[in-house]
T-cell receptor
Framework: EAQVTQNPRYLITVTGKKLTVTCSQNMNHEYMSWYRQDPGLGLRQIYYSMNVEVTDKGDVPEGYKVSRKEKRNFPLILESPSPNQTSLYFC?????????????FGDGTRLSIL | SQKIEQNSEALNIQEGKTATLTCNYTNYSPAYLQWYRQDPGRGPVFLLLIRENEKEKRKERLKVTFDTTLKQSLFHITASQPADSATYLCALQGNTGFQKLVFGTGTRLLVSP
């Protein structure tokens, strides 16, 4: 089954404790991205990657890192999480690079930073 | 400033009626506009894409229109069913960056039996 898999689905942690949210897709998609979703603000892009070893900042990249060492994986790293990073996070992928490509989303990771 | 606006109030309709959701945008010149459905606790699911020169697109009970003069897209669900209850998001390409989709905040649709 074609899917985008995120782990963990839920995480409660404390300020400053490094964490990684994994994202993997099995569709051989070139383009992957991370979003956060907050009430009243909608989905905002954090980082995106057009291909292996090619990443770039989205609209809200502060406090986050990403890497794209393999085509299928695009982990999101919070080196020193803070409470304002408490949010619902989504990984997405698409075939090719055009804006006309539908995005395939994972089921989300709910992070709570205390 | 650039803005995408969807009605933040939930839309309540009765089963069998047509639901119409609105997406307005300002200071964008999108070539494409997409609509997604999001259920609670799940990621958005792609529904339809419409190009600026298409004006209207249909898929089963769904219909999307795109009026670049009004800077508006309408999303219609005909013969609505309780299973159509969800939040619907519109998304368009921003004016900066390549393949950066910008999403509206979504409108919640509630279809009553």
């Amino acid at each position: 089954e074609a899917q985008v898999t995120q782990n963990p689905r839920y995480l409660i942690t404390v300020t400053g404790k490094k964490l990684t949210v994994t994202c993997s897709q099995n569709m051989n998609h070139e383009y992957m991205s991370w979003y956060r979703q907050d009430p009243g603000l909608g989905l905002r892009q954090i980082y995106y990657s057009m291909n292996v070893e090619v990443t770039d900042k989205g609209d809200v990249p502060e406090g986050y890192k990403v890497s794209r060492k393999e085509k299928r994986n695009f982990p999101l790293i919070l080196e020193s999480p803070s409470p304002n990073q408490t949010s619902l996070y989504f990984c997405a992928s698409s075939l090719g690079r055009g804006p006309y490509q539908p995005q395939h989303f994972g089921d989300g990771t709910r992070l709570s930073i205390l | 400033s650039q803005k995408i606006e969807q009605n933040s109030e939930a839309l309540n309709i009765q089963e069998g009626k047509t639901a119409t959701l609105t997406c307005n945008y300002t200071n964008y010149s999108p070539a494409y506009l997409q609509w997604y459905r999001q259920d609670p606790g799940r990621g958005p699911v792609f529904l339809l894409l419409i190009r600026e020169n298409e004006k209207e697109k249909r898929k089963e009970r769904l219909k999307v229109t795109f009026d670049t003069t009004l800077k508006q897209s309408l999303f219609h669900i005909t013969a609505s069913q309780p299973a159509d209850s969800a939040t619907y998001l519109c998304a368009l390409q921003g004016n900066t960056g390549f393949q950066k989709l910008v999403f509206g905040t979504g409108t919640r649709l509630l279809v009553s039996p």
